[in-house]
RNA sequence: GCCGAAGUGGUGGAACUGGUAGACGCGCCGGACUCAAAAUCCGGUGCCAGAAAUGGCGUGAGGGUUCGAGUCCCUCCUUCGGCACCA
């Protein structure tokens, strides 16, 4: 045995003898208990990246700690093969994205390898091979045929100048990231998932997810946004034809304070108006540039103008003006707004600058309503009552709902109507690298599925795009083909998918990576997922899409479970330090760690930093999420190679829970490896005691009968934690039975079966955060059969009672002293105890005891 | 702007259900070993006052509930994640 702890060598031999002996390749197995442990798949950028090391690390934990509870065990992994980074890549190195990426799949496949996770590599899949993205053309096909694909237009992003459409990160305040060119607001067709149609139940079912953060919960209920109003009709005449205006709104109960009405830039009524109103046309038009996101709309300065047209009012009849303005968005409700400016804040704002009337309706008894400044309570829909409403009068807001609703029913000028904030899904894609789009267009057919014989579309990949509008449809080679249904020239369908939709099934596909279907019965055994884990910035899109996929293939009967995930573990980011100069240009250059030399001040904090090339200060930039941009992240290969695997694993388990942000820290690395350090020491220095397998003592000797029941205390602990997912303090705990080890006094005969004890205790603690060390000490020290097949360990109820036990004495909430009680003292003892105690009579002073508080086993509070 | 989080010593964090705040590390200080350094080992370390015993203060700020609040409630501040074409 080594005395040298050295994990290059031993990584190696693990993991070649897990390999050998196929550890962690997985069949279904009714006799066991399943478990399948997902962690989110990477995108193949070029490396890992310490946020990927943390993301796997804490799915192996709980892979590896899953399987120590005896359970059938599934971890796969795979690759999010499409996307824009590799046509990016492709530009900038002239290389297809297809061959990039399959080489990025590759180096970093071999570090997965080297960290020693658990997976079941036969499962492997990558979403750009056709054998993949044939199924999703095929479910493609099958849901257009049931009417939940269809065809509409879509907002985009152009860059005039590159003729392209940009995904929202290329546009750069409102310009293209490469041309420069202010973006427009164009309208094309695109391809719909008609997810609002699983809206009621996608919201009501985040209520069975008893296993998901509270938050990703709230943030989905949210997204989805479901609110019950009313869809209220405002009549018009335009150009002798009777039409009416459809508003959507909550607070119908204000319907008599509406002033004006808006309507959104893209509005058929707004263009109508704008036919032959130069002002208004230019109006629209500037409401069409910049970026379509929505959280550029949000904080954009509210703007409107008016029409020139005027609609009536569903109850009194009296003309009330249209304007359009750009914070109507047309994607929610009817792309129409009542405004009440008397009771909304915004369309308050908005009266004030265009001078429109303001009319109270709701008043609040002891408040006093002006229309020069707006105050809260205006909004406050549960404490008013209507006034200036007619027949709504003296009405609270949910009565004034449910009689003007029936009054427009009535009227044939509104009803009730659900609505949601959730959107139908455009998934179409003017890029090239994704999966094609399985559509052919038939001058004489229209939009034709293709058959599924004629599966996969199959993407050319030796393309390699110039960035200026999508590849595909320059490619007669790919779109010319004929129509499945008449057999005419026809064009094919060039757009291809958001990547989301090839990661909304992937978790199916692992159950079934060969299936010669899209999935088979195996998913059966497999599904739902146990334990997912990932970044909490997909909370939304990604967790919702999937949960939607899932639903849709459940009515496909394809699988048999209507959730995708049981637990969801979000991980939180990784961070560091950042570094910069600022350039004439007024441009932050940044700079590496390794780049710079930091000073401190006499307690170790950071003061100031110069560049080690030219010995001049740079700005330190505070701590933010490792990137790329701002050139602050650690490469976890250095790392590696540097102290090895277990070593990676241990900080990163060690530095904080999954769920919280995780400071990258030199020393904290250090300090893990010192710990590996110290175990592998400990061991071999002991190695021949520990291997002597002496008898079990009929008790427990007294003299370490504290000492056995401390490490059967975090046996307890670390039991907890581990199910909790409290990683950090697992390790703690292991980091405790190793000093508690250490103080083991070896000169005493009977203590040598409880230093083979503990250590095999330890091992099996920290087997699923360091599984290569323990792996290889356990054999080292001849314990039996391999760790790999062990049990985690259990606490021994009988060593953990105690004859007598510590109170914390407190008086009047502040602790004071520690009383000793023997463990089953009754609260009549203990109040006597407590009433001659010296401490007592110290702090009370004479003055009278009120009351004393027992908390069992804890403490006792003298209320004086 | 909207939605969702987080703020605890010099520092990462612990405190599970309202019950001893600071476990376990890192750093720092002192010591041992060494010609010396590194590595390793031992001891100390929330802040203020004090030689010490001890006392006071202390979980972003301000209020509240409670015998008792890092934990619950209200208001505010700061930082972070998402906002539908980054993945």
């Known amino acids: 045995m080594n005395v040298v702890y050295n994990p290059q060598s031993i990584e190696k031999k693990a993991q070649e003898s897990w390999e050998h002996e196929n550890l962690y390749q997985v069949t279904e197995d009714l006799s066991k208990e399943k478990f399948y442990c997902l962690s989110m798949f990477p995108y193949p950028s070029g490396k890992l990246h310490m946020g990927h090391v943390r993301n796997y690390t804490i799915g192996d934990v709980i892979a590896r700690y899953q399987r120590m509870l005896g359970k059938n065990v599934l971890q796969p992994m795979g690759w999010d093969a499409f996307g824009l980074p590799a046509e990016n890549a492709a530009m900038q190195n002239n290389i297809a994205p297809a061959a990039w990426t399959y080489s990025n799949i590759a180096s970093m496949k071999q570090q997965l390898k080297q960290l020693g996770f658990a997976i079941d590599w036969s499962r492997e899949i990558a979403t750009c091979q056709p054998s993949y993205y044939r199924w999703e053309q095929w479910l493609f096909t099958k849901l257009f045929e049931r009417g939940l694909i269809y065809r509409k237009t879509g907002t985009v992003n152009w860059d005039p100048i590159d003729q392209t459409v940009l995904a929202n990160e290329q546009v750069i305040d409102g310009k293209g990231w490469r041309s420069g060119a202010v973006i427009e607001k164009r309208e094309i067709p695109m391809y719909y998932f008609r997810i609002t149609q699983y809206a009621e139940e996608l919201l009501n079912d985040i209520d069975t997810l008893d296993h998901w953060p509270e938050q990703v919960k709230t943030m989905q209920r949210n997204w989805i946004g479901k609110s019950e109003g009313v869809t209220i009709h405002f009549p018009y005449t335009l150009d002798d034809q009777q039409a009416v205006l459809k508003v959507f709104t909550t607070r119908a109960d204000t319907l008599m304070g509406v002033t004006y009405v808006a309507v959104a830039a893209e509005h058929p009524l707004a263009s109508h108006a704008a036919q032959n109103n130069s002002e208004l046309d230019a109006f629209i038009e500037e409401c069409k540039r910049g970026s379509v996101a929505e959280a550029d709309l949000a904080v954009q300065e509210k703007k409107g103008q008016f029409t020139g047209l005027y609609v009536q009012h569903p109850i009194s009849g009296e003309n009330i003006p249209v304007w359009v303005a750009n914070y109507v968005l047309m994607s929610y409700g009817e792309g129409a707004v009542m405004a009440v400016p008397a009771h909304d804040e915004r369309d308050f704002a908005f009266a004030k600058t265009y001078q429109l009337p303001i009319k109270q309706v709701i008043s609040i008894e002891n408040e006093t309503f002006s229309a020069d400044s707006w105050s809260e309570w205006y909004a406050d829909k549960h404490r008013g009552v209507c006034i200036n409403s007619e027949s709504l009068n003296s009405l609270n807001h949910h009565q004034a709902i449910e009689k003007i609703a029936a009054l427009l029913e009535e009227k044939k000028l509104g009803e009730k109507q659900t609505t949601f904030r959730l959107r139908d899904w455009g998934i179409s894609r003017q890029r090239y690298w994704g999966c094609p789009i399985p559509i052919i267009h038939c001058n004489q057919c229209g939009d034709v599925t293709v058959p599924e014989e004629q599966l996969p579309v199959v993407l050319p990949e030796d393309v390699i795009p110039d960035g200026a509008g999508s590849p595909l449809a320059k490619l007669p080679s790919f779109y010319e083909t004929t129509c499945p249904k008449c057999h005419q020239p026809a064009k094919r369908e060039t757009d291809t998918m958001d990547t989301f939709v090839e990661s909304s099934w992937y978790f199916a596909r692992y159950a079934c990576p060969d299936a010669s279907q899209m999935i088979d019965k195996r998913a059966d055994y497999w599904l739902a997922v146990d334990q997912y884990i990932g970044g909490i910035e997909h909370a939304i899109l990604h967790l919702l899409y999937s949960r939607f996929f899932t639903k849709m293939m459940r009515d496909l ?275 006597s105890v407590v009433r001659d105690h010296a401490t007592v009579a110290k702090f009370t002073e004479g003055r009278p005891i009120k009351r004393i508080v027992i908390v069992p086993g804890r403490l006792v509070n003298v209320v004086i």
Do not use: C
Not at 754 to 777: A, K, S
């Open 557 to 831: 009967n394809l699988v048999h479970v209507s959730e995708p995930f049981q637990k969801l573990l979000t991980q939180g980011m990784v961070t560091a330090p950042t570094f910069y100069r600022e350039t004439p240009e007024g441009r932050k250059q940044w700079f590496n760690k390794t780049e710079v030399d930091i000073s401190l001040d006499p307690k170790g904090r950071p003061i100031s930093a110069s560049l080690i090339a030219d010995g001049n200060t740079v700005a330190m930039g505070g701590i933010e999420k490792m990137s790329k941009s701002k050139n602050n992240g650690v490469d976890p290969q250095t790392l590696i190679d540097t102290y090895g695997a277990d070593t990676a694993r241990l900080f990163i388990m060690f530095a904080s829970p999954p769920e919280q942000s995780l400071e990258w820290s030199d020393s904290g690395v250090q300090g893990s490896h010192r710990f590996l350090k110290r175990l592998w020491s400990f061991a071999t220095q002991h190695a021949a005691l520990i291997r002597t397998q002496k008898e079990k003592p009929n008790a427990i000797p007294s003299s370490i009968k504290s000492w056995w029941r401390e490490v059967q205390q975090v046996i307890q602990q670390t039991e907890k934690d581990y199910q909790r997912h409290q990683f950090n303090t697992v390790v703690s705990g292991g980091m405790k039975i190793l000093n508690l080890l250490e103080s083991l006094d070896l000169s005493i005969e009977n203590n040598i079966y409880y230093l083979r004890e503990g250590t095999n205790i330890l091992l099996r603690i920290l087997y699923p955060i360091v599984p290569h060390i323990t792996y290889t000490l356990w054999e080292e020290l001849n314990f039996k059969d391999s760790i790999v097949t062990q049990k985690s360990p259990q606490a021994d109820p009988h060593a953990l009672i105690q004859d007598e036990i510590d109170l914390v004495l407190q008086i009047l909430g502040k602790t004071r002293d520690k009383i000793t009680v023997p463990a089953q003292a009754d609260s009549t003892y203990i109040e």
